[in-house]
């Protein structure tokens, strides 16, 4: 029996022991509560209050952890309304991403946030909302270019500086409010709601093709000027390409019937001799021409009455021909 009491003794020992002792982590805020009421705050930050410490025994002083590290809020998309200045109705619908970062900066916040919010999901809610509420009576008052604008792309990232602006002055106040200190707040991304997105994308393919069609028709245009400018350009070459060739064929013909001329006046006879002889080769050049001669025509006199080849054409003393003497049959001279 003895035993059993001194067994009951030392457990109950141990659980006094076990309940006047806790440990203050370097990641979290430890808030000791006397009879329900804060009595003081441990910062595992600081040196020295980080490690084991004692308090009174349940029920007497009780204790609860906040964490203290850095937290990320992802905030669901969010459909909210433009404006339009021009009729100064509303506009189109956008759908925003956006994250905020935030914290427990201190003991003291840490004890506000401990008595005001109570849970981490609890701030979740809290901020979710408040953000929301914000950022529709923001974007209420923007436009829809100022937020997505194809054409004056420097504008937009001023224009989501200026939300963020915004949002973390609303949310300053949230640090003596609640003991939460929004360290950042950025827009993710903005875009048009999913009922309408195809839509868009249509317009947005109809408006290309367009602008497509355009360059191409300017450029068929342009092509086609280059072309005719091509084409004035040879033909003028040509022009005077032909004029050049009709110039030359002139002097040619020209000099050519002086020569003949000449050639006539230093021997008509041999002259004549030649010219028939460029008459047969043009007739009978195809070696297929058939010939019915008549006697009557001086053209085939050469054919029916060949030249002596023993006799040797008359000679002519002029300077400017040089004459050879002619061979006699058996090759003697």
């Known amino acids: ?23 203050v982590d370097f990641t979290e805020f430890v808030i000791v509560s006397r009879f329900g009421r804060h009595d003081r705050v ?33 905030m669901p ?20 991403d956006s994250f905020v970062a935030w914290n427990i900066p201190d003991g003291v916040s840490a004890e506000r946030f401990a008595r005001r919010v109570g849970l981490l999901e609890e701030a979740r809610q809290i901020l979710m909302q408040r953000i929301a509420s914000e950022m529709g009576s923001i974007v209420g008052g923007m436009e829809l270019k100022d937020l997505l604008d194809s054409e004056d792309v420097q504008k937009v990232p001023s224009k989501r500086e200026q939300i963020r602006g915004r949002i973390l002055e609303k949310l300053a106040p949230f640090k003596e409010e609640f003991g939460i200190q929004i360290l950042d707040f950025q827009v993710r991304r903005v875009g048009y709601p999913s009922a309408v997105r195809q839509a868009i994308y249509d317009r947005i393919i109809s408006e290309r093709e367009k602008k497509a069609a355009e360059y191409l028709s300017e450029g068929e245009q342009e ?17 005077g390409a032909d004029a050049e060739a009709i110039k030359i064929r002139a002097q040619a013909e020209s000099e050519a019937d002086r020569l003949r001329n000449q050639a006539f006046k230093v021997d008509p006879e041999f002259y004549a001799f030649l010219r028939k002889l460029e008459e047969y080769g043009k007739i009978l050049g195809d070696n297929k021409t058939t010939l019915f001669l008549s006697t009557k025509r001086d053209l085939f006199d050469l054919l029916l009455n060949p030249p002596n080849p023993g006799k040797a054409p008359p000679v002519v003393n002029n300077p400017a021909l040089p004459v050879s003497p002619v061979p006699k049959p058996g090759g003697q001279s």
């Open 223 to 239: 092509a086609a000027k280059i072309r005719s400018d091509g084409e004035k350009v040879a033909s003028e070459i040509r022009s």
């Open 77 to 96: 998309p969010a459909e909210l309304l433009t404006r339009d200045p021009q009729k100064n109705t509303i506009d189109r619908t956008l759908t925003i």
């Open 1 to 23: 029996m003895k035993t059993i009491v001194g067994i009951l003794i030392a457990g109950l020992v141990l659980l006094l022991a076990y309940s006047s002792l806790h440990v």
């Open 42 to 74: 441990f910062d595992g930050s600081v040196s020295g209050e980080a490690g084991l410490h004692g308090k009174f025994p349940w029920p007497i002083e009780t204790i609860r952890t906040v964490p203290r590290k850095l937290f990320a809020l992802e």
